[in-house]
């Protein structure tokens, strides 16, 4: 396990190596004015008053510095573990002259997600509802708060154990074979990130977390067996709270779609909860790092490690993350082509690589910019049930990995969308189709 997080931690140090930290602002600043001196005027001619900034004219790829861009749309998503989703999504955002990222954001998603299978028939799978603010520029530009809100109710969310070796095929079948790695995740969560500068190119990071989780366990399944025999926790209701520290360095020049630059969150967080004596500490460490290749060519990395002890709750065994957390291995944030959810321990470790191209010159629809991009990525990752040898983290490398690409489309500056295809030799089940398919909003770090 150290001697792999040693060559993850390599090649994400020589990406910060060659990737020259631009200026702190984080999208592309107004046009300069033109540095041409105008033609002297007549003196008998009164010359014209100065237009204000936000009624200065725009080039055609440069919109005014002062603007409202609202796009609502709607929400055709989902992959291969939720289904369709259908549902709409928003993005409110304010610029405002030399404010960087924006002035402020807001933005939402009310979405269902629908599958059919043999077995269930049509059914619908998820509900996912979130809204979040972001105001980067408080007192002075020196304190950014972004908060976020969600509801999730999932019927098949995945359990299939802790370790890298997990499985359920020593279950017996039961009446409902498909349920043996399900259970119903159903949670209300409510996270504030707080940053601060320093005077130093990082940030002081504070976090906290509000959240309810009431999951519903489906009898003759992986997580009702464990609950009994191996002592897992956070079947019942529970509120838990949380407080995170750390420190973030941002040098993106963008970020919706950076080009270059470097994005490091470093913290540790402490939660507890109010059922089954739910206490737990977690360290951990998100590397993204951002490569310039020519002008329309980046090639993004990203690292990421979490360490958890303690009493955790089954569902926080496959997230990581004290600042955004997000799962781990698997699923359309972590580990393309292999199944959200499907691995847990309390330490994980993942890698993304990802080569973006914007070779597709941009369009103007409804006098909007549109950029076309494309993806070509490689994930891996590894999970462990603890912190020494076990027979459920199966042998040494025992690497989960996906690889596979696609296109995102950039409207505007504040609204991504991208669509990706993705195969997994690791994980594939023969039975099954080989390809996993994710439609989502952003990109995936």
Known sequence: MLKWLAGLLVLASSGMARAAPPSSASAPSAPAPSEKPAAEKPAAEKPAAEKPASEKPASKDEPPPRRYEFLPVPDLGGNSDIGVELGVDFTLARFYDDARPYKWLFSGALSTSFKSDAEDGLRMVQQYHSFRLDVPNLFGGRVRVDSRVSFTRNITARYHGLGNASTVDDLPLGDEPSRRNQYIAENVRLRSLVRVKTGTPFDAAFAAHLRYEFPTVYEGSKLAYDTRNNGIIGTENAVLGGLAVGAILDTRDNEFVPHQGVFYQMGVLGMVGSAERIAYGEASAVLSSYIPIGRFMTFASRIAGSFQFGRVPFYDLHEGGVFN?????????????????????????????????????????????????????????????????????????????????????????????????????????????????YIANGLTF
């Open 325 to 437: 957390r997000q799962p781990m291995l698997g699923g359309e944030r972590g580990g393309r082509g292999v199944p959200e959810a499907r691995y847990a321990g309390h330490a994980k470790i993942i890698a993304n690589y990802e080569l973006r191209t914007t070779f597709i010159p941009a369009i103007h629809v409804i006098g909007r910019k549109l950029q076309i991009g494309t993806t070509t990525f490689l994930d891996a990752g590894r999970v462990w049930n603890n912190f020494d040898s076990s027979a459920s983290d199966g042998p040494t490398p025992g690497i989960k990995y996906g690889f596979g690409g696609g296109f995102f489309f950039v409207w505007d500056r504040s609204s991504v969308f991208r669509v990706e295809i993705a195969h997994s030799p690791s994980d594939h089940d023969p039975s099954e189709f080989p390809l996993a398919y």
